[in-house]
């Protein structure tokens, strides 16, 4: 049975990331940082011999010691989906370094740290996907989100980056653009909601659901690594 690391995936997108792969065939190593109780819950509804890790992804040591995990229940591991990310909106001039460094530590560096902690752990068993959730706004950036689109828009260019250098291990490396979606994180911010429907050319949202049946597709195919996908009908 493959075996797929989902970051971030007690709430949002990673849970419906974490449900639709599971429903498909995957064991689901369901990273979470404070959520527990919803993790542990998430877990038992999963199955497939799925469990819960707390980690916070910004901690190299603590991202070690998921993949020892990962490594000893499983001995393989199949997808990372390197979900987890915050976001904390402040315009540049008044944003302060401290919130610019939690931004980058959880949305970069701990993407990094998955990466560079659990691919050994894929490369052991002939390879894999990695899919590194970027955003619409590490693209197009995005009026105080200084921090946060500079995270994601740096996320990108170590998505190509790992791609080339992990190739050679039939590691295949993407990164997607999921779009604006109404989950915790989107409902917090009603008005941007709105307008990034008026500005979608459909007049639409995107649903998590079309986010995580895209990956699924992804994990399916061999040739495809290098590449940003866009889920979004705003134009870039």
Same mark, same amino acid.
């Not at 229940?73 to 904390?88: C, E, H, M, V, Y």
């Not at 008044?94 to 894929?122: H, Y």
């Given at each position: 049975?493959?075996?797929?690391?989902?970051?971030?995936?007690?709430?949002?997108?990673?849970?419906?990331?974490?449900?639709?792969?599971?429903?498909?065939?995957?064991?689901?190593?369901?990273?979470?940082?404070?959520? #527990?109780?919803?993790?542990?819950?998430?877990?038992?509804?999963?199955?497939?011999?799925?469990? &819960?890790?707390?980690?916070?992804?910004?901690?190299?040591?603590?991202?070690?010691?998921?993949?020892?995990?990962?490594?000893?229940?499983?001995?393989?591991?199949?997808?990372?989906?390197?979900?987890?990310?915050?976001?904390?909106?402040?315009?540049?001039?008044?944003?302060?370094?401290?919130?610019?460094?939690?931004?980058?530590?959880?949305?970069?560096?701990?993407?990094?740290?998955?990466?560079?902690?659990?691919?050994?752990?894929?490369?052991?068993?002939?390879?894999?996907?990695?899919?590194?959730?970027?955003?619409?706004?590490?693209?197009?950036?995005?009026?105080?989100?200084?921090?946060?689109?500079?995270?994601?828009?740096? $996320?990108?260019?170590?998505?190509?980056?790992?791609?080339?250098?992990?190739?050679?291990?039939?590691?295949?490396?993407?990164?997607?653009?999921?779009?604006?979606?109404?989950?915790?994180?989107?409902?917090?911010?009603?008005?941007?909601?709105?307008?990034?429907? #008026? #500005?979608?050319? =459909?007049?639409? $949202?995107?649903?998590?659901?079309? &986010?995580?049946?895209?990956?699924?597709?992804?994990?399916?195919?061999?040739?495809?690594?290098?590449?940003?996908?866009? =889920?979004?009908?705003?134009?870039?």
């Amino acid at each position: 049975m493959p075996v797929a690391l989902v970051t971030g995936a007690s709430r949002g997108l990673g849970r419906q990331i974490a449900i639709t792969l599971s429903a498909h065939g995957f064991s689901i190593v369901l990273n979470y940082m404070s959520s #527990e109780k919803e993790a542990d819950d998430l877990v038992k509804k999963l199955g497939n011999g799925s469990i &819960a890790v707390r980690a916070d992804v910004g901690d190299m040591k603590q991202v070690g010691k998921m993949a020892e995990k990962i490594d000893r229940t499983f001995g393989r591991l199949d997808a990372i989906i390197n979900n987890a990310g915050i976001a904390k909106d402040n315009l540049l001039l008044k944003q302060n370094e401290q919130e610019w460094d939690i931004i980058m530590r959880t949305n970069l560096r701990g993407c990094f740290n998955v990466i560079r902690s659990a691919s050994p752990v894929m490369i052991q068993t002939g390879g894999g996907h990695i899919i590194n959730i970027s955003s619409y706004s590490g693209v197009k950036g995005k009026a105080g989100q200084a921090a946060y689109s500079a995270s994601k828009a740096a $996320l990108l260019g170590l998505t190509i980056s790992a791609a080339l250098e992990l190739s050679e291990y039939n590691i295949k490396v993407n990164a997607l653009l999921p779009g604006y979606l109404i989950t915790e994180m989107g409902m917090t911010a009603q008005k941007a909601a709105e307008k990034a429907k #008026e #500005e979608s050319i =459909l007049n639409t $949202l995107s649903q998590p659901q079309e &986010a995580a049946d895209f990956i699924l597709f992804l994990l399916k195919t061999k040739n495809i690594t290098g590449q940003v996908f866009s =889920l979004d009908s705003r134009i870039i």
